[in-house]
């Protein structure tokens, strides 16, 4: 199974229980309007192989990863079900495991949050650590997954991997009319500020409690934590776990796999 059986070290001495087991889930359910026409994002080929393929053995990398949820489009449960069993890895299980990692498909919702919340709603009771993972970031390498992981084992309640911004950043007035020129209200200083990536990482009842309680609409789940007072720490992100966004991000992600391939020649 995993490498969980290691007692861990928020665990006080007196008090040796099963450690904590991490399960990801990874919201594919968008549909990637801003990639253009074309299937939903989550499936779209990345030389070939379908990104969230990409993204299902970047998560099912970690050791520590036991479970994967996958959160399909919302009538397309069944054809995710099939691609994953057509990719699984020698070793697993026809329609249940990866290897050593188990995954599940649900159905997603309308929203990245709603679709998030389905996610949890599919955890078995016996996961103590989640990871919320983008299917769009398929990139991500093993180390920033298990950094994460690591974090929240120390005792850290939410974790982000992030990493320092090369723009500087403006806050605007939006143009009432796209296009139009926007009045600047603020600069906020550019080394204070992170971009934030994914997998994010989170202690089960901080992220559970946060998917009950806040109701706004957020782009990511630590600031729902944030919202509800809890702390929430980053850890260094890698460029590899950029976000394929735009069209430009697919040549980006194959030019990735291409480096791979001759560095690791495969
Ligand atoms: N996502 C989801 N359910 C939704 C919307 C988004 O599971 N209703 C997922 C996407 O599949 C993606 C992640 O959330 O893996 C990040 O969202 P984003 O990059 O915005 O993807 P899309 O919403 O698919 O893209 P767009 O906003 O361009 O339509
Ligand atoms: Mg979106």
């Known amino acids: 199974m995993s490498d969980d059986s290691r007692p861990s070290r928020t665990e006080p001495p007196t008090e040796p229980r099963t450690a904590l087991r991490t399960a990801a889930v990874i919201p594919a359910a968008g549909r990637g309007v801003r990639l253009g026409p074309g299937a939903p994002k989550a499936l779209r080929a990345l030389n070939g192989t379908p990104m969230l393929v990409h993204a299902v053995r970047a998560l099912a990398a970690s050791r520590a990863v036991s479970l994967v949820v996958i959160v399909a489009p919302p009538d ?126 989170f202690d089960r009842a901080t992220l559970v409690r946060a998917h009950e309680t806040v109701t706004d609409n957020v782009t990511d789940d630590a600031s729902m934590v944030e919202q509800l007072g809890g702390q929430v720490v980053v850890v260094p992100g890698h460029e590899e776990a950029f976000k394929v966004t735009r069209p430009l991000d697919l040549v980006l992600a194959e030019a990735v796999l291409a480096r791979r391939r001759l560095n690791d020649g495969f």
């Open 76 to 201: 397309g449960a069944p054809e995710v079900k099939s691609l994953l069993d057509a990719h699984a890895l020698p070793g697993g299980t026809p329609g249940g495991s990866w290897g050593s990692t188990d995954f599940l498909v649900v159905p997603g919702g309308e929203s990245r949050q709603e679709s998030v919340k389905l996610g949890l709603d599919a955890l078995p009771p016996d996961y103590d650590i989640v990871l919320v993972h983008d299917a769009a970031r398929p990139l991500v390498p093993v180390d920033t997954v298990d950094a994460v992981i690591q974090a929240v084992r120390d005792g850290a309640p939410a974790v982000v991997p992030a990493l320092p911004l090369a723009d500087t950043v403006k806050e605007v007035e939006p143009a009432a009319v796209p296009g139009d020129p926007e009045p600047v209200v603020a600069t906020p200083r550019r080394a204070r500020l992170r971009a934030v990536q994914t997998p994010q990482g």
